[in-house]
T-cell receptor, first 112, second 120 residues
C-alpha cells in the first residue's frame, strides 16, 4: 500500500500571505499516461472533504485560483497564494494511483 | 451528477453491529464506485471499501474485511455499510463518497457523514 505523509502538521499564516503544504508518497504516483494520480481536499469542521485539485495540478471548477497544486512522482505541494479567512481548514492529499486509495494525515491551516 | 444522502447518527454498544445507508439521487447509479471511508475524532480519512453496483461485488480494506459488508440495492439506489463486532475505536464519522461514473479517480461526491458512537 502507498503511504502518504504531509508537512507541516499545522500552519499559521497571516491573511493575504502564502501558505504552502507538502505531501510525499511512499512510491511514485506518476502513471504511464503522464498524469500524477494525486488529489487535494479541503475539510472544514463538521463538513465532508471537498475536492480542490486532481491530477496534482488541475483545479476543480469553481475553486478560487489562489489554490494551486504542483509536483510530480512522489513530491507534491499545495499552495494558497493569498490566504483568506474562509481558507481556514484541514487539507489532505490523496493518491488514487493504486488500490487502496490513501490519504495523508492532514495539515491544519489557520490564521496567525 | 450524483448527490449522496446518508442515514442518521447512531449510538451502539461494543460487540453489536451497525448498518449505515447512502442513497444516491441523480446520475446513473449503477456506474458509480460508491466508497465508504471513516474519520475518527480529530483524525484523518481511512478507506474501508467500495462497490460498483453494475459489478455487484465489493472490495474491502484488509483491516476491515473480517467484519464489514458493503452491498448495493438498485431498487432504492442505496449502498449499505454493515460493520460487525463494534469496538470503542470504531467511533467515527462514516462517509460515503464516489468518483465520477466509470472512474477510479478522486472523490468528487460526498455524503454528509454519519456519526457512529460506540459506548457502553
Amino acid at each position: 500500500d502507498i503511504v502518504m505523509t504531509q508537512s507541516p502538521d499545522s500552519l499559521g499564516v497571516s491573511l493575504g500571505e502564502r501558505a504552502t503544504i507538502n505531501c510525499k508518497s511512499s512510491q511514485s504516483v506518476l502513471h504511464s499516461s503522464r498524469n500524477d494520480y494525486l488529489a487535494w481536499y479541503q475539510q472544514k469542521p463538521g463538513q465532508p472533504p471537498k475536492l480542490l485539485i486532481y491530477w496534482a495540478s488541475a483545479r476543480v471548477s469553481g475553486v478560487p485560483d489562489r489554490f494551486s497544486g504542483s509536483g510530480s512522482g512522489t513530491d507534491f505541494t499545495l499552495t494558497i497564494s493569498s490566504l483568506q479567512a474562509e481558507d481556514v481548514a484541514v487539507y489532505y492529499c490523496q493518491q488514487y494511483y493504486s488500490h487502496p486509495p490513501s490519504f495523508g494525515p492532514g495539515t491544519k491551516v489557520d490564521i496567525k | 451528477q450524483v448527490q449522496l444522502l446518508q442515514s442518521g447518527a447512531e449510538v451502539k454498544e461494543p460487540g453489536s453491529s451497525v448498518k449505515v445507508s447512502c442513497r444516491a439521487s441523480g446520475g446513473t447509479f449503477r456506474l458509480y464506485a460508491i466508497t465508504w471511508l471513516r474519520q475518527a475524532p480529530g483524525q484523518g480519512l481511512e478507506w474501508m471499501g467500495n462497490i460498483i453496483p453494475i459489478v455487484g461485488t465489493a472490495t474491502y480494506a484488509k483491516k476491515f474485511q473480517d467484519r464489514v459488508t458493503i452491498h448495493a440495492e438498485e431498487s432504492t439506489r442505496s449502498v449499505y455499510l454493515e460493520l460487525d463486532s463494534l469496538r470503542f475505536e470504531d467511533t467515527a464519522v462514516y462517509y460515503c463518497a464516489s468518483p465520477p461514473p466509470d472512474s477510479s479517480g478522486p472523490f468528487d461526491y460526498w455524503g454528509q457523514g454519519t456519526l457512529i458512537t460506540v459506548t457502553s
